[in-house]
């Protein structure tokens, strides 16, 4: 059994870039220490605690759509339901190590895995 460290998801509405592209399908991998602790010391996040999610999603999301570069300005041009997404998606992750969360049927008891879809998807 490999572990998984890279996580597939789709943004509710997507990324428009400059060019009026739409990017919707993405990659973010899992969280290190360092990803958690470094910008911690970056001025944006020391006058703006909330910048700490744009420079932390910058450095975890390996692919977004044709993009291969995410930067903290893609991050902030994000639509607000699409950085709520990223966030939840991130915790996840993070947190449960998938991407799905476990259920139980309250009729037959079954307990089983489902992905979660937030609204808009």
């Given at each position: 059994?490999?572990?998984?460290?890279?996580?597939?998801?789709?943004?509710?509405?997507?990324?428009?870039?400059?060019?009026?592209?739409?990017?919707?399908?993405?990659?973010?991998?899992?969280?290190?220490?360092?990803?958690?602790?470094?910008?911690?010391?970056?001025?944006?996040?020391?006058?703006?605690?909330?910048?700490?999610?744009?420079?932390?999603?910058?450095?975890?999301?390996?692919?977004?759509?044709?993009?291969?570069?995410?930067?903290?300005?893609?991050?902030?041009?994000?639509?607000a339901t699409?950085?709520?997404?990223?966030?939840?998606?991130?915790?996840?992750?993070?947190?449960?190590?998938?991407?799905?969360?476990?259920?139980?049927?309250?009729?037959?008891?079954?307990?089983?895995?489902?992905?979660?879809?937030?609204?808009?998807?």
């Open positions: 059994m490999t572990f998984q460290t890279e996580f597939e998801f789709t943004l509710p509405k997507g990324y428009v870039d400059s060019e009026g592209n739409l990017h919707k399908k993405g990659i973010m991998r899992l969280a290190t220490a360092a990803d958690e602790i470094l910008p911690l010391k970056d001025p944006r996040v020391q006058a703006n605690p909330a910048y700490l999610t744009v420079i932390l999603l910058s450095r975890v999301i390996i692919r977004l759509g044709d993009l291969h570069l995410i930067d903290t300005k893609v991050i902030e041009n994000l639509f699409d950085l709520a997404y990223l966030q939840d998606f991130y915790s996840r992750i993070n947190e449960n190590g998938t991407a799905k969360i476990r259920v139980r049927c309250p009729q037959c008891e079954h307990i089983f895995e489902h992905e979660v879809e937030l609204q808009g998807e």
